[in-house]
């Protein structure tokens, strides 16, 4: 079942026995279950980074550089943000994520690796090696959807992995419950019985099919091999 911000709000409140309360306001949960929904969101896409996925065609400026904001989709109860940089190709050639460190003087050089395509993190731009000004390039993603916050209506449902909202009520009931001392035993209680569905989500969302998981390299598989970064 699909949730509404509208009735996550009220789980959030019977989950504190606070039904008929007007010690939070509807404006204050909805913060809370927002805060709870992106931090949930990071766990997923850790434990999942194909869980939301996305493909964005972009072009390089006259500095070979991509905005993070072109890697954005969607707009409004449908907006996509980026979360992670999954891979980017030109069609031809893989591109690889280096460190500015790494290749100081790339950008103000004729800088032409003949082992392969690099990027890296400039701020709030990619930047891709060697200079290319209007190069067509495919950029992988994942991303993350709007908090119950973002929302335009309460009516709106909330996008979160099916069968495991309680997580969001549990553990946005616990946060709010945290700020009076008389309640951290209940809020503690809240977030074990958070954890416990958390870790079963993780294991629906890591196998989604019948392939066993398997142990793997980090991020760049170079540093596995002693071959260090670009």
Excluded at 15 to 39: P, Y
Excluded at 104 to 109: G, I, N, V
Aim: aromatic letters at 10%.
């Amino acid at each position: 079942m699909a949730y509404t911000v509208s009735q996550l709000i009220t789980n959030t409140r019977e989950m504190m026995d606070a039904a008929n309360s007007t010690r939070w306001t509807d404006a204050f949960i909805t913060t809370v279950l927002g805060i709870v929904h992106s931090r949930e969101y990071s766990g997923i896409l850790g434990a999942n980074p194909y869980y939301r996925f996305a493909q964005r065609d972009v072009t390089t400026d006259s500095e070979s550089k991509i905005p993070y904001t072109d890697l954005n989709g969607g707009s409004g109860d449908t907006a996509e943000t980026l979360y992670r940089i999954l891979g980017i190709v030109d069609g031809f050639t893989v591109y690889r994520q280096t460190e500015f460190r790494s290749v100081p003087l790339a950008t103000q050089t004729n800088y032409d690796s003949p082992y392969q395509r690099l990027w890296y993190d400039a701020g709030s731009d990619i930047q891709i090696l060697p200079v290319t000004s209007n190069l067509a390039l495919t950029i992988t993603v994942n991303y993350t959807p709007p908090r119950p916050d973002q929302l335009s209506t309460s009516s709106v449902v909330v996008d979160f992995p099916e069968g495991h909202e309680v997580i969001l009520w549990l553990e946005a009931a616990a946060m709010l419950l945290e700020k009076g001392a008389a309640e951290s035993d209940a809020a503690q209680r809240m977030r074990a019985m958070a954890e416990a569905e958390r870790k079963q989500m993780y294991q629906d969302l890591t196998r989604r099919a019948a392939r066993p998981t398997y142990f793997g390299y980090p991020d760049l598989a170079a540093e596995w091999g002693g071959m260090g970064m670009w």
